[in-house]
């Protein structure tokens, strides 16, 4: 199985916004896309996971399910999952019930009932859902708080990365899950998309600093420059922007892609 873009082109209205990417994350492997702010990052990820603002076309897979067709809630239900970069507010929702009743969705179960084996089973996936809470260094209780209501934005990151590993999806967009961390943020952050990656997993972390990759080792690093991905190559890409940044891609967005 791989995650598979092929000339995807991106539109807000009349305006084209990724102008035909293509790249292959096979199954297991972390691959990262970089870039300046502008280049189109946030508005691929919307695209990758079916958000209507946006027209695509050409081809996203995800092993032999094409999903650029899809509405977003089928997209997820083939396995594609996307931590927002700006989570939204649900006030009246309690996260934990959120991720119960998605989880009921997914897995094609009630999630509603009085009985005594509905209420054992809730207090099972509460304490299931409060105990990866605690793994992120989120409070006890902290489940019990209205989704996203009040969250410092550390907190929103962290919990995205709760419902990831709640859901255990099959490919997994992360969208600059490390914009906004402090180094002991960032770390916490490594850590569980460490352990999320089991070897089955496929990752497309989205990020415009390198610096979540001093704990992570990806495969593959691209980068995206005015809406076209303009090098690729191994981690050491990633490191070569950190110290020269990305003024060397300047003007590059018009001239045949390089591949390391």
Partial sequence: MAFLVK???VFSGEKEIIKGISLTV???KIAVIMGPNGSGKSSLCGALMGNPAFRATGSVRLGKDELLALPPDERARKGLFLAFQEPEELEGVKASA???????KKDGTRPGGTGPQN???MVKSYEKIAETAEKLHLEKGFVSREMNVGFSGGEKKRMELLQMLAFKPKAVVLDEID???DVDGIRIVAKAIGEFQDGRRILLIITHYPRILKYLKPDAVHVLVGGRIVRSGSAKL????EKHGYSQFKGTENVRRKQD
């Avoid at 990633?238 to 922007?241: D, L, M, T, V």
């Fill in 119 to 121: 209420m054992e089973d």
């Fill in 26 to 28: 096979p199954q297991g």
């Fill in 98 to 104: 959120f991720v119960r009743k998605v989880l009921a």
């Fill in 7 to 9: 000339d995807l082109h």
């Fill in 238 to 241: 990633a490191h070569e922007i």
């Fill in 179 to 181: 914009s906004g961390l």
